[in-house]
Structure formats: C-alpha cells, structure tokens
C-alpha cells in the first residue's frame, strides 16, 4: 500500500483528539440551546430567564470532574471556553465549536434547517484560543429543497477550506431531521439509515476537505425487536438486529473517513449499545455528551446533588462508553490512512520547513 | 492578591509545557550545528560531509526513545520536525525553535554574535504545525556594542510580538560569550553570574513580551571549591557553594517571569547538581538536551548500541533529572503569576469570543 501524506497540523491534531492506540474517546459539552432548554424547564421558568453564569457555571463544573475520563473535549467559545479552558487537563485535547446553536429557516421552507456561524468568531481564533480541532454541526436532509443543500454543501466547504488553511482537523457532524412529524417516530427510525448513509456520501467528497465525521447512530434501537426487553424500546419495531448490524455496515462502507458516533441525548443503556454496534461496524469511537452527564439536570440547583452525581454515577457513564469503545478501529487503520505504517508527513522532505 | 489574566492560547500553551503540578521537564533536541560537529568528530569526517539524513535519523530514534519523559519536545523545523512529529506522544508538548542554528558577526566585532531567523520559517507556520510555543535562542552579552545590542533586542522583540499576535507561549533561551578566550576558564566562571543576570534584567523588560526564560545556570560548578572531589571539577575555584546558592537567589530575583534552566552540553552528573541548586533558588523546571543524551555520539554509527544507551542511560539520566526537578516552582506559584487560584481567562466574559 502507498503511504498516505497527512499535514502537520492535522497529523498532530489527530493524535491528541484520540488515545494513544487511535481510538476516539471524545466528550460534548458544547450544548447551548438543549442545555438552556433543560434548565429552563428544571427551574420551571422561561428560557431568556436562564442566567449566562448558570449555563457557563453548569458546564465549567462537568468539564472540571468529567474531562480527565476524555482524550478530547468538545466545548463551545461563548459559555464554554472562557471558563472551562483551565479545567481541561494537558493531556486531554480541546475541540472548539464553529456553529451557531440551533438552526435557522428564514428564506427556505420552514421544515428545513440551515446552519450558521457563531457571530465574530472565527476558526482563526479557535487556533489562536488553543484548539486543537473545529467541529461543524451542520443539519442536513438530503431531501431538502437546492437553496437548502446549497446553503449547507457551502457552508462546510468554507469550514473545510479555513481548517486547510490553519491546518487544524475538522470533525463534521451531521444531524439529520423530519419534515413533519418527529424523530422520534417508527416512520422516521425507518427513515433514519437512508438519510445517514446519504448525508454521507455527501459529505465524504474531498472538496469538504473533512477529517472526521461525527454521526447519528443510523438506526434506532427504540425501534429494533431485539431489544424490546429494554428500558428504552418504544413499543414497535421498525427492523431487527441484524437489519441495524447491516445498516452500521454499510455506513462505513460509505464512509471514505474515519467516523464517531453521537449520543444525541439518548440514554446512556442505549449509547453504549450504540457505541458497541457502530465499532463493531467501523466508527473509530464516539463523541458523546448528553448520555454520560444529562441527568444533572435531575438534579439542578442542588450541586452537590450534580456534583455527586458527576463524581459517581456520570463517571461510571464514560467508563462503561470508554469500555465499549476499545473495540473502535483506530483512525489509522481506516482504510483511508492505511495503518500506522503508512502515515507520512506531507512534504516529508529536508525542505519541508519552506515548502509548509 | 489580584488575580492574573492570561490568554488563552499562552494559558493552554503553559499547561500543556509543564507537567501537572506546572513544573518543566522538558527535553531538548533542535540542536543542529553541535550535532553536524559532533556526528563530523565522530565519523573522522568534515562537517559539510555529514549528511542530512544522518542528523533527521538520530533525531528521530532519540525523540522516539526519550520523549515519553518530557513533558514537552523542543525541536527544530528542519532536521527534527518533518521525521520526529511521529514520535512525540499526545501528552508531550511541542517547542519549535524559530532561530538559526549558531550566529553571525558579519557587521560588528567578530567576537560578537548575532542571532538570525531560519530563512522562509514564520512563526504562523510553527503554529499551523502544530507547536505549542515557541523558542528563540539569542545569545547576548551585555557588554557588546551598541549595534550588536539593539539587534538582539530588535530580534527578540520581533518574536515577542509574533507570538502574542498567535498567542503562543514565547519561550526565551539566553546564551551568554566571552569577547576574548574560552567559556570555559576561571575568568568566564567569575563573569558568569553577572553576564545571566543583566541578561535576565534586560529581557523581563515587558517590551520583549517573554513567558519563559531558559537560562544557563548563573556560576560554574566546575569552578567552585565544594565540587572538588567531583569528576567535573576543573582545579581552580571561583566561588563557594554559599556563594553559588546566593547568585541563584539573586538570579531568581531579577527574574520577574519564569525561567527553567538549560544544559549547554555538561554531562549529568554536574547537570543534576545545576538543576537541583536552580529549583532551590526558585526555578520551575529545566529544558535539557546534551546532558541526557549526549553520549549517543559514543557509539554512533552503532545504532544497536545508540539505542541501547539511549533506553538504559539516557532515560536513567532523565529520571534523575525529573526527579532533581521535584522541588522546582510551578510556573503558576511564581510571584508573576501568584497561585493556580489566581490565574483567571483574560477578558474572560459571555463576550470572549467576540473580544478575542
């Protein structure tokens, strides 16, 4: 096999978003609106009645007791950041959100989502910041209307061509979305592993210049007959095991990058099926937030209730996904790199300093 | 005390340099015109016949083996980046050196030096590659002529406002020289502590914009009576001990930044005693090279036994040398800082991210 060229900044990028043998054990708290959501309805008022410092005090303490379970910590630069930064240990990586929470449906249809930046922020200044990776959440439904895809398509290109530019990784995460109705549905759990492995074979065209792709799991168990013993089973199936098996499969069969998976707030008995089904499947490991620490909201504002449930059972949560994920295939291994063996740098060379 | 406001790319960049509990066990290995020399002295050839490939390959085989002791790797863009990068683990911190190997006097004294940039490196690129902060050598004799002066301090301050524009951690190395003979000589023993600590009184000067100093350690302990049953002793004194612990002290006064010590090429035994006196006096760590590794040129071109010395000796000596440094001050409890508990995000707010 040739060997494969990785740049600098990349390469280096890549080897502290993951551990040692290749595998990403990846933790989110870059939540805003879902976390401003929740603490909204745990304090029973409205949302412009959540306090900055509460968002900002809230993840700054999940950071402080969870970060050190984590190779890589996704946070975002507006409540995150500027408080979080000193919690995040040394050895654990620091990812930096270029998205603007949410989505917005001005001038296309009212169903369909596009994605924007984060205003007067820049993945510049990411790097400047400290961060050692961008990630873009971009909705996508690959059913949505030409002005739609074409506002999101561009989008992560620009995302693409600044992480080139500044040689730093970039993680794409896609999150698929209903027309009408909801997600959590039979018809869109049937609907799910199309529009997954679609978005990805968008997204998998090198002019996105993406590095990482963070993915919904391309199925839901809620809706697959073996686990209806389960807790989380919803009351019908829309396929069965060995269906989803399939369908994990053949998303990495589409996938020409390295990819992880999203909890996307499911509960933590269902991520860590998740986790076990994409690895066995491929995924590289997971990026994962809710599932571990969303039940400190259960507890909220009592904090030494969420701090003791951060140190105990939360910590146990990331554990038991880290435990899962050691079945991850190491990003080196993907075929798109080869193994370890055949990582070079680019422009290897003894002019490599002025040609960089 | 008030709190300290740092950035946020020169607060990760400490982090990430020191060990935990901020001390510096760093390792250096951008050594390029002494390695050229030695490799020439040991081959029985002329330097310009030693070959590229000879210095990037040991390069490599000595990050690979010794550089999961540091806490970080100082290398070099030419020889030691593009084949080392590989080899510095996730949780080892990356120095790239932005000077020239050795000096110039074209235009003043010939027993004057003049430190210059790599041609066609910026320190944009370093960051782009991944660094972690950036040094800069500047060899400096306060007693030099004006011209000589201002070039050194244009040069330092170059890189000081290059680094706070990246916001990386600017890492100064100061080497001091003797205008007639040989550094190694009772005369330059006695001069010793005045050339370090007028060096330092210039470069704390805020203008320069220096985070670190790395300094030669401020007497000569091959000159000083206690060490006279030791191997290194030269057989004259300049100074006692008492007086030697007094010019640390005085050192770490007139040092209003944290400094960490280098090696200059003295074999360990000496080294251990340099560190050990430096941590005393308040230093919070060292960055050495030759003292750990140097004896590889013994049995080079036998890279069996270079990797042998290098897995037994030289990580002995590293160890020893981690450990003398147990008692150095963490980078955050040195008086410009005043405790981890101090240290806050400067501009720290919900508008750090638009302020940044």
């Given amino acids: 096999m040739a060997t494969t060229a990785i740049s600098s900044g990349k390469l280096r990028g890549f080897m502290k978003l993951a551990d040692e043998s290749g595998r ?3 933790m989110a708290i870059d939540q ?4 401003v959501t929740a603490l909204a309805e745990t304090l029973g008022i409205e949302k412009p009645q959540v ?12 950071t402080r007791i969870l970060a050190p379970n984590a190779t890589a910590v996704l946070t975002d630069p507006i409540y995150g950041h500027p408080y979080s930064i000193t919690e995040i240990p040394r050895d654990v990586a620091l990812l930096l959100a270029y ?18 930046p984060i205003a007067n922020w820049t993945i510049g200044k990411a790097q400047r910041a400290g961060a050692d990776a961008i990630k873009l959440l971009a909705y996508y439904h690959p059913d949505a209307s030409e002005a739609t895809l074409q506002h999101q398509q561009d989008f992560v290109r620009h995302v693409g061509d600044e992480c080139e ?5 970039f993680l794409l995460e896609l999150v698929s979305y209903a027309f009408e109705g909801t997600t959590k549905s039979l018809e869109f759990a049937k609907q799910k592993p199309d529009l997954v492995i679609r978005s990805v074979e968008e997204f998998t065209d090198p002019s996105y ?3 990482i792709l963070k993915l919904e799991f391309p199925a839901d168990l809620k809706y697959t007959e073996e686990y209806q013993d389960r807790g ?8 069965g095991l060995s269906e989803v098996e399939d369908v994990c499969r053949k998303l990495d069969a589409a996938s020409t990058l390295p990819w992880v998976i999203l909890s996307a707030g499911v509960d933590i008995e269902e991520f860590i099926e998740n986790v076990k089904l994409a690895t066995a499947g491929g995924a590289s490991g997971f990026l994962c937030g809710r599932a571990i ?3 400190v909201f259960q507890s909220y504002p009592d904090i030494a209730a969420v701090t003791q449930f951060l140190e105990n059972d939360a910590t146990t949560n990331f554990h038991n996904a880290n435990a899962a994920a050691e079945n991850a295939l190491p990003w080196f291994e993907h075929r798109h790199y080869g193994g370890a063996e055949n990582i070079r740098l680019e422009r290897q060379s003894e002019n490599w300093h002025e040609e960089y």
Same sequence: chains 1, 2.
């Fill in 99 to 116: 998205e603007e929470s949410g989505y917005v449906s001005e001038g296309v249809s009212e169903n369909e989502r596009l994605s924007n």
């Fill in 24 to 26: 990403f054990k990846m």
């Fill in 232 to 239: 989380f089973y919803a009351g019908e199936s829309a396929y």
């Fill in 32 to 35: 805003r609106g879902s976390m």
């Fill in 293 to 295: 620490w969303k039940n």
């Fill in 51 to 62: 306090k900055y410092d509460q968002v900002a005090s809230l993840k700054t303490l999940i």
């Fill in 209 to 211: 210049k993406v590095d």
């Fill in 165 to 169: 530019k500044h040689d730093l990784p």
